[in-house]
């Protein structure tokens, strides 16, 4: 996201943003979400190397790396994608800022080569993605050569608040970042914003789940903390990711930052083709039957947020004992999804169960989320193998 306003509230509130999740079969392969740190600079690179975004599972650090970037004239960035949460790089030339749902934020402008940016003409990646193929529908780096001296700003469409501005100076010139001072910038960035949303996560775990006694003996158990957010940072997961209740009870979700999540519950219900566009009916909602749900075909949130609606509560009483697993499926490849454990009806309700806190991943593993969840999760993907899918939502204006 680019930093549209001065404060971080402002940002949120003002800024509507596309946000798109590629859920491709590569994403087992290329795409998938795995614990790692950035590898900034690739044996190949033509020139300095700019990172975009980072993260691991659960997280994602919407930020380049670094921010700032003084280059000696006519020389060539290579902008590179460095984590599953799609991101642009556009300059906007002479043009306005780009409002967050501009139908360009997909668009590589130009179509194809190496452009020459001095400052006047609209230029944009289309959608950068850590390990996306060459000829898939988005990239995994952008190039752009600067063969004119001056100051030259970038963002990201889809993020508001994330941008960077790249100086260009005679060749002679002593400031010219080097690639090693890129790539410590970078990294300190982006492990100063990890650190605030993992200290965010550890909040939400410690706010845990809310657990009110209904007249029949049932419970009702609200997980407010559907993703959260620091600056224009997303943690991308559920908190709790896992909760333990009886046949009977009620589980209620609510979406309670400005970045769009979806709740969906497969049943096994295949996902079919790909979602290319907020107007895929898969993200609108399909609520449980009013007797409620017994793990068998798909039930879904819709696509919620603040800002995004009516962002009403998903609530779904579960009638059948079992392990039933969700995903986001905006976000399930990087890591977002959880579990709902349902036992057997007592005759006396029990005593509340805490639920397990969320594993925060650094091995590898999607975040909170179960061997059977992850099981589940690549078989999706297997079945969406063929096609792929991409989600694209905007984020809250
Ligand atoms: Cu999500």
Redesign the pocket.
């Known amino acids: 996201m680019r930093a549209i306003v001065s404060s971080r509230k402002a940002q949120r509130l003002a800024a509507a943003a596309l946000s798109a999740t590629l859920l491709l079969a590569t994403a087992v392969g290329p795409y998938r979400a795995s614990a790692q740190t950035p590898t900034p600079t690739p044996a190949a690179a033509v020139g300095p190397v700019v990172l975009v975004g980072s993260g691991e599972p659960g997280y994602s650090v919407n930020l380049f790396g670094p921010k700032t970037i003084t280059v000696a004239q006519g020389s060539t960035i290579t902008f590179k994608s460095n984590w599953l949460e799609p991101h642009t790089v556009t300059f906007t030339g002479t043009e306005a800022m780009p409002r967050p749902d501009d139908a360009r934020a997909t668009t590589r402008i130009p179509a194809s080569g190496t452009p020459a940016y001095d400052g006047t003409t609209f230029t944009n990646s289309g959608f950068l993605i850590q390990g996306a193929p060459p000829g898939a529908p988005v990239a995994a780096s952008f190039n752009v050569s600067f063969p004119k001296t001056g100051t030259f700003p970038f963002l990201c469409i889809i993020h508001p608040g994330m941008n960077g501005t790249v100086t260009v100076v005679a060749a002679s010139a002593p400031e010219i970042s080097t690639q090693a001072a890129l790539d410590t910038a970078a990294r300190t960035q982006f492990a100063a914003d990890l650190a605030a949303l993992k200290a965010e996560q550890a909040k939400l775990v410690a706010k845990g789940v809310t657990q009110t006694r209904n007249a029949d003996g049932s419970s009702t158990w609200s997980i407010v903390n559907v993703?959260g957010m620091v600056g224009t940072s997303d943690i991308?997961q559920f908190v709790p990711a896992a909760v333990n209740i009886q046949v009977g009870d009620t589980v209620t979700w609510q979406n309670s930052v400005q970045a769009p999540?979806?709740v969906t519950f497969l049943g096994g219900t295949p996902p079919g083709a790909p979602v290319m566009s907020l107007e895929d009916p898969r993200l609108r909602p399909v609520p449980p039957s009013a007797a409620g749900y017994d793990g068998t075909g798909m039930i879904t949130s819709g696509l919620n947020g603040v800002g995004f609606g009516p962002n009403p509560p998903f609530s779904v009483k579960f009638t059948k004992p079992g392990t039933f697993p969700y995903i986001?499926i905006?976000?399930v490849d990087q890591g977002?999804g959880g579990n709902v454990t349902v036992a057997a009806q007592t005759t006396a309700p029990t005593a509340p169960t805490a639920p397990a806190p969320p594993k925060t991943g650094s091995s590898g593993e999607s975040v909170g989320v179960t061997s059977a969840m992850v099981v589940a999760v690549l078989a999706l993907l297997t079945l969406a193998a063929p096609l792929g899918a991409r989600a694209v939502s905007r984020r809250a204006r």
Do not use: D, K, P, Q
Request: charged share 0%; glycine share 12%.
């Open positions: 993703g991308m999540h979806i986001c905006l976000h977002m």
